[in-house]
């Protein structure tokens, strides 16, 4: 951290904490992001379906019925600002029973009053929009999207760093005390003095929260395990594909979602666990994932898997109680300008744009922003060499060899992209850094034959040492070392 | 008290299951191998099994860090790691050609560490 | 656009003896493009030795068995593109690609030979359950990194399958210092060479543990342990058979997918079973024109025998460079019946000497394989032991094809 004074500290980077940096950002004021592992995103927001929804599942009324609703109306332009891909797919809710059907018709009730576009469909529209998915009726959304959760993470960091906010990865919060009129925020890397701390820690927003004097929610972890498959599925659907929501699980059941990348996902399962970081998955799920998956799509096979991961949600009711639960976002009983968000997740990335439109004006109703002029909306992401017509590449690789060269041959992306994906804004220079920027080590053969080239890359441009080589964590170095000339 | 040992040979990919009887270091009884070769291996397993030491050593200068090695000639099984610490911290510069001495008389024994790729001088 | 007669895609060892087996025969205007560096493929990183017995008739190292090649292709004068990486191939064969010094290159070749070999399968193919730390490597990545590029993985290792690579980085990793814990297999039987185990694990004593698998994988950042546990005949874990083992790498051998991409991209058909291309004798793909051959075709346990499978190849594109394409309508059908995994060819015409290359589905004593067609056996042969892990090859002569009616033989272990 470079000063001790800021105005704001955001404590969590991820999809919402990055949101309300960069939405801050408009304005004159000191920002800091504090961010305990070693890139944003590394919670929650790197590992959901990457769905824009359109919010036909919360009450009317509900701060996420608003939040996600301004999201879904507001994701292409920002998207477009910042550089992320997104598209409009558009979603099916399958009935694969004739009793689901009624449901349909509900979804879309509440759907209707949050005001998105939804339409009751039958067989025949389906056989004809998706015709390996097997269903009887179906609820569409045309105005579903998808987009690249991680890139987004990234460029809302990125483009909040580029207006001034300061982001500290690799920082731990210890603790936080009122020291006169402001807070003391101390972490694993020193203390900083802040007049206002908002809280998007999200599994972690319950502990945060507890020295805001803030004691009524605790979070229970649910987990998502989801599989990926090959790019070379991608053919078998090209829609969200959603089942009618299962009754009382406090998810949205497990769905088909086709990626930016032109993968389809399989999840998430719904699991209530122990620990906030066992992000484990299991043969039980996994399997359970393929038998679900296959009700919709048949033609799904075990062999089509190239990945499984999973994700955490931070839920604030026990699975015993389920049922729908809004988010929490709000002034601490002790200190007005202590803000928590509590209970952030589905459909939290559709809502961050809203979320961070809404704390904003929590801040400003106590204390006037004001806008900074020279604010700049739009944020350049790496340059996707192949995505580009012919005519462009050939002139990219004309004036740089680096272009010439494909690492990464299932995604076909250059050398010049590793780069630049190691010389991000934020200094992240680790292989999951690369990954989730410029998508290297994502294809079928994950990691297997670019990874010994991003290696290269890393020693050879960047003077990194063997030694000091990360997957992601800290802690997660890839090598011992040499293999000759070692000792 | 005689003694058997049942020996997969490692000669060719046939992999023959060679049966052997022997006391002290007379071979009693050998059966199993497609070829004579594979008494002789069975033979020398029994007494002092010998290896074709495969392994690498690094290189300076070249358009690669690392040139693979061989011993020309097997050697006992259990020296095989007295040459790996020789090999360890060994430097040969480029360029390298196949079939070039590396080293004599690793560790010494009676073989030399020949390469078994080419390195070129890195430009 | 460039114009080439015959264009192989990769410098292995299948596109070289392609190569080489096409100029033999005539044609010269050939270009082999290599994503490497260098030509030798997957050989420049196979240091061990046991190589080029049935074709050179004497025990060579993979760099070595590649260099015979290679010194070859250089004699003849035959262009080989390295660094070079084909993004695009048609059914028309054209062909996109890219290097350092052309840019972007578009090609257009007369026929075209596929010899890109495999990639590994790996922790996300074989749904490996638990967490996802550092220290998880395939064994070919371990083997590359170790053997070019000078970088030792880990110090504790696991190895999951025993699949030759696995084998061969077992003893790689115990000679350059690690303590290599176990090999895990989840099947009965190793799927390796035997040689490979003995003079790999038994040499080393590096337990191989048959009828295991990995369940669990535990590690925050880097790997810490895993969970190994029995499974039963349907490979399901058998409860309370589970142990941990400390390690902090994990090493996945657990089979190798041709990659075919590339042919995917020009319409090749592919077969289920072997993941290659379904090829004709002359191992020609449904593609006019575009053959395959190597480890794209069907995954190989023997160089030796990508190399004559790839002669084979470059003769039949020598061949159809020349000849323009016949069409044959005698075609028969080549199915693997029970106890055969995968029989190559496919498809066969009734004028030639056959030689069919197959795996039977397990490891057994005493088989008779037998190829039969309407209802009578055409030609048999004893084994004394088999194994899915040695590729069996048959010859049969064409006498034996010519009285057939049927359009459909079938092979089968018994």
Known sequence: ?487 | MTEEKDISCILCPNGCDIKIKYLDDEIIEIEGALCPKGNDYAKQEIKNPMRTLTSSVMVEGGDTSLVSVKTDKPVPLEKVMDIMDVIDDLRVKAPVSVGDVILDSPAGLDCSIVATREVKINI | MMKKELVIIGAGPAGLAAALAAYEDGIEDILIIEREERPGGILNQCIHDGFGLHKFKEVLTGPEYAHRYIDKVREKELEIMTNTIVTELTDEKELKAFNENDGILHIKAEAVILAMGSRERTAGGISLPGDRPSGIYTAGLAQNLMNLQNIQVGKKIVILGSGDIGLIMARRLTLEGADVKAVLEIMPYSNGLRRNINQCLVDYNIPLKLSQTVIDVKGEDRLESVTAAEVDESFNPIEGTEYEIECDTLILSVGLIPENELSKKANVQLDDTTGGAVVKDNLETNVDGIFSCGNVLHVHDLVDFVSDEAEKAGKAAAEYIKKGHKLNKDNIFVEAGSGIGYVIPQVISKEKDQIFSMRVRKPDNEKTIKIAADGKILHEENFEKVNPSEMIKIKVSSEKFKPLEKSTIKVVAE
Request: hydrophobic share 35%.
């Open chain 1, 1 to 487: 951290m470079k000063k001790q004074n800021y105005d704001i500290a955001i404590i969590g980077g991820g999809v919402v904490g990055t949101a309300i940096a960069r939405e801050l950002s408009r304005y004159k004021t000191d920002v800091l992001l504090i961010e305990k592992e070693n890139d944003v995103g590394q919670g929650a927001s790197n590992s959901n379906s990457g769905v824009v929804h359109s919010g036909f599942t919360a009450p009317v009324g509900s701060l996420k019925a608003d939040v996600c609703m301004y999201g879904n109306s507001h994701f292409e332009e920002i998207c477009s600002e910042l550089d992320v891909p997104y598209e409009k797919t558009g979603k099916l809710v399958v009935a694969v029973e004739e009793k689901q059907i009624a449901e349909l018709y509900n979804l879309q009730y509440i759907g209707r009053k949050n005001g998105a576009e939804l339409y009751i469909v039958g067989e025949d529209f389906i056989e004809e929009k998706e015709p390996n998915i097997s269903g009887k009726a179906a609820m569409y959304s045309p105005n579903s999207a998808i987009t690249s959760p991680y890139e987004l993470t990234i460029a809302f960091a990125e483009n909040a760093h580029q207006n001034g906010v300061e982001i500290s990865l690799n920082t731990k919060v210890v603790e936080i005390s009122k020291k006169n009129s402001k807070f003391s925020v101390k972490t694993d890397r020193g203390e900083i003095l802040t007049d206002y701390v908002i809280n998007s820690a999200g599994l972690y927003s319950d502990e945060i929260a507890a020295f805001s004097g803030e004691d009524r929610y605790k979070i229970y972890p649910c987990r998502g395990e989801y599989y990926v498959l090959d790019k070379n599925a991608s053919g078998l659907m090209s829609r969200l594909v959603y089942p009618v929501p299962p009754e009382n699980a406090g998810g949205l059941g497990i769905h088909l979602t086709p990626t930016v990348e032109g993968n389809i996902l399989i999840g998430p399962s719904n699991e209530y666990i122990d620990s906030v970081d066992n992000e484990a998955t299991t043969k039980e799920v996994m399997d359970k994932l393929i038998k679900e998956a296959r009700d919709f799509l048949p033609k799904i096979t075990r062999d089509m898997v190239i990945r499984s991961y999973s994700g955490i949600r931070s839920k604030i009711v026990p699975p015993e109680v389920g049922g729908f639960t809004d988010f929490v976002i709000e002034k601490s009983p002790k200190y007005d300008n202590f803000i928590n968000l509590i209970g952030i997740e589905s459909p939290g990335l559709t809502s961050a744009p809203g979320i961070a439109k809404y704390v904003v004006e929590m801040i400003d109703e106590m204390e006037k922003l004001r806008e900074d002029k020279d604010f700049k909306k739009t944020r350049k992401g790496i340059t996707k060499f192949y995505e580009l017509p012919e005519e462009k590449q050939k002139e990219l690789a004309e004036d740089n060899p680096n272009y010439r060269e494909i690492v990464c041959r299932c995604e076909n992306i250059t050398k010049q992209e590793i780069i630049d994906a190691l010389n991000n804004p934020l200094g992240v220079q680790t292989l999951k850094g690369v990954k989730y920027r410029a998508r290297a080590t994502m294809g079928r053969c994950q990691g297997g034959y670019c990874m010994a080239r991003i290696i290269k890359i890393m020693q050879d441009e960047f003077d990194m040492d063997l030694e000091e080589i990360k997957l992601e964590g800290n802690n997660s170095n890839l090598f011992a070392g040499q293999a000759k000339g070692w000792g």
